[in-house]
């Protein structure tokens, strides 16, 4: 995010107690397993092509992908992310209480950033598991980072290390790392912050004021860093458009 305030990679909670993918600030889903590489490196990219376009196309029945397909998108799903909505476009009770509790904030930021407030809350869902995998303090206080943001040189606030997985360039290996992440009083520090974090980066100007463009606002976050998780812009565009026909239904 901002150059000084954050590293330019993208990181994914390895453990279930301190849960989160995180990039240049944060992601928090579980990650899929390092793929071989080496001579390998072809077929990884095949798989991942394949789950790539599946996701784009909306998901649905992958017994139309192959078992290495399969295998890679149970892997990569982030806590059950896309799984918790099932075809009709319906999300369970949890989901929708979480959903419920960062309204108010979904509706401020979305206005802040010129985008759809459903997509904001995808992406709050998709990084925090629906807010069932929150980052914690050492203490094991919640830090209502909802969005991964790492702690950068300049942060002034409270910090938790975590343990995260980041993806290396160009190979797809996971590497886990210990990194710093900002922790906010609530979770309406944590979106202001997040909010300023996208418009305060001219990395991510590309994803600012996209409306109700699901894919635009998540392939502006992909192409300026946010995230090292190669399919992270299908996942998070996959979600938030459910979410925008949810709300469209009711």
Sequence with gaps: MRQADFLTT???AATPSTAATMAVQSNMHATPATVATGSFGSVFKQVQGEVTRFIEQGGGN???LSPQGR???EQSQPVNVLGSINQGGEIGETQQQFLASIKP???ETGA???VAPEIVAAHAALESGWGQRPLRQGTG???NNLFGIKAGGKWQGDVASNVTTEYEAGSGTAL???ERFRSYPDQASAFRDYAQVLLDNP???AALNTGADAGAFAQGLARGGYATDPNYAAKLTQLATRLQRTAAAD
Excluded: F, I, P, V
């Design 112 to 114: 802040r950033l010129g």
């Design 105 to 107: 904030w979904t509706q």
């Design 71 to 73: 295998a890679y998108l």
């Design 62 to 64: 992958a017994t139309s």
């Design 141 to 143: 206080a919640d830090t």
């Design 203 to 205: 990395r991510y100007r």
């Design 10 to 12: 993208r990181a994914t």
């Design 176 to 178: 886990k790392k210990t």
